[in-house]
DNA sequence: ATAATTTTTTAGACAAGTCTAAAAATAATG
DNA sequence: CATTATTTTTAGACTTGTCTAAAAAATTAT
């Protein structure tokens, strides 16, 4: 067992492996946990000698098997207990990751499983996140940012790579959810702005925003 | 805000405080929370600092107005969990106690708001205890132990007085479960056994097992 | 009412997780 | 490649919540 402070460094790594390839720096999880290097140095020997991270000496961590499943695990009911709160206790899709943040921590398997049931098996969490299975694996799906699409290419939105409630709010602002489709009608060169079509709607949409939304083709 | 073992103690005193109606101990504290009374002495201090218990030495402690709000909120989210552990997520009345113990300490009104309203505002947990409203007001109910219920008395079966997992179990075995009535046919002197009907079924019922359900005449 | 017993508190220690400040190792630069 | 600069680790300290052992207070019994 875990306790909720290993629990969360094996979330933290996990996500920074997903976007790294190499061993985690004690300075990176330090900046994702905002705590300081020598905590997490100390923290890291403990994972290690349980075995779910390999950690040599300045040279990095990575997760063992054991070490992704059982992160895989903690982002699965995360997300689980992401999509309860939307769509069963009328929670918007910026007020969830707080509540889940603790939910997570929960120790029941027998609870996930039921709440898995219960949801209907979702794959997605409302940010349009995979969720990951019982053995902690995950469908990866070929999505792209919305500022890699050319003039007059379509596609629908899939998710968001900036889960912060002021962007979420922006989007809700602007009618862009999960599912709908959107065209790129001009790309602005000077300011990398996209001008789009959404819901018959038409609207301008600027670099950070086009970079923070996933489409599929 | 509390941490973890402040709302646990604080819950362990609402409890022992609503048996008795003097100070509750040191000791009483220890035994209920499987800890040493000194541990007890050191965390009554701190409580007593956060203004949320009276606490003089040698003369036990008594919750303030504000500890029994508190208390009273902790124990609402336990039972509205339990609630939901059964209604929703299919989970037996003898399951739902630990799972709870967890649930309890997620902090978000939302939540419980949210939870309270799609069980449809229930007013007593799977055992039949009553769920504190939002100002910690709890509903107390006559309810009597069927021990006291004498020869040709009826009544409706309406909570547990021991809630463990074996003597749940025990009453699944027998059939009888909340809501249900019993008639007393019998009582015997030289054990103080009841001989009852309950759903058309006559069964034998020792005095330990009458001495731990509640009716309501 | 004094002695024996029980309860409660104090004092000091320990584990987990964190921090700061300093030392050691690695990486970057001229 | 030698010297800065940066990153990482170590050492020692602090907090929370716990414990044991001993002292102090309260209770019970003789």
């Known amino acids: 067992m875990f306790t909720l402070s290993e629990e969360n460094y094996l979330k933290a790594i996990y996500h920074l492996e997903s976007d790294s390839n190499k061993g985690i720096s004690t300075n990176a999880i330090a ?5 300081k290097a020598s905590s997490v140095t100390d923290m890291v020997k403990k994972l290690s000698e349980k075995e779910v991270v390999i950690y040599k000496k300045y040279q990095g961590v990575t997760l063992t098997e054991l070490g992704k499943k059982t992160a895989a695990n903690i982002v699965r ?48 969490d409302p940010h349009g996140d995979p969720i990951p299975d019982k053995d902690g694996n995950v469908n990866t799906v070929d999505k792209i940012l919305l500022s890699t699409l050319s003039k007059n290419e379509k596609g629908i939105c899939v998710g968001v790579n900036d889960s912060s409630s002021e962007f979420l709010r922006f989007l809700d602002k602007k009618k862009i959810t999960l599912g709908k489709k959107i065209t790129v009608l001009e790309r602005e060169d000077f300011d ?25 083709k």
């Open 77 to 124: 009911k995360h997300r689980l207990w992401e999509v309860f709160l939307v769509e069963k206790l009328n929670f918007s899709w910026d007020e969830v990751h707080e509540v889940a943040e603790q939910l997570e921590h929960i120790k029941s398997p027998k609870l996930i499983n039921q709440l898995d049931s219960l949801l209907g098996f979702p794959t997605h």
């Open 192 to 216: 990398d702005s996209l001008f789009i079509e959404i819901d018959g709607e038409k609207l301008s949409i600027s670099k950070k925003i086009a970079n923070n939304l996933y489409i599929k």
């Open 31 to 35: 900046k994702s946990l905002e705590t």
